[in-house]
Nanobody
């Protein structure tokens, strides 16, 4: 079993930056593919970024490319999402997720573990 706890969500103005953190416990995160999803009101939960467990390949949804960076620190069992140049449309609850497979999957059903989420609100 893996427990994921997110932190770092906040209210920020457009153009600002935030760093989200995800602490994993119960199993080393190095054996898992880690991802960040987000869900805005009345919208589907979407994959934002992911990093695989082997080779550490990274994936980003087009809308955040060049602005967000996902990283992992396996020694600390931590995953981060650095978000720069935030836009109002980035407003959502952000969830940390993990899956035992090595590939990146955009379907939330393919992720085995989830955190409770952290709210990010970007004001204009």
């Amino acid at each position: 079993q893996v427990q994921l706890v997110e932190s770092g969500g906040a209210l920020v103005q457009a153009g600002g930056s935030l760093r989200l953190s995800c602490a994993a416990s119960g199993r080393t995160s190095s054996s898992l593919t880690m991802a960040w999803f987000r869900q805005a009101p009345e919208k589907e939960r979407e994959l934002v970024a992911a990093v695989t467990r082997i080779v550490a390949m990274r994936y980003y949804v087009d809308s955040v490319k060049g602005r967000f960076i996902i990283s992992r620190d396996n020694a600390k069992n931590m995953v981060y999402l650095q978000m720069n140049n935030l836009k109002v449309e980035d407003t959502a609850v952000y969830y940390c997720a993990a899956r035992q497979g090595n590939g990146v999957e955009s379907n939330r059903a393919n992720y085995d573990y989830w955190g409770q989420g952290t709210q990010v609100t970007v004001s204009s």
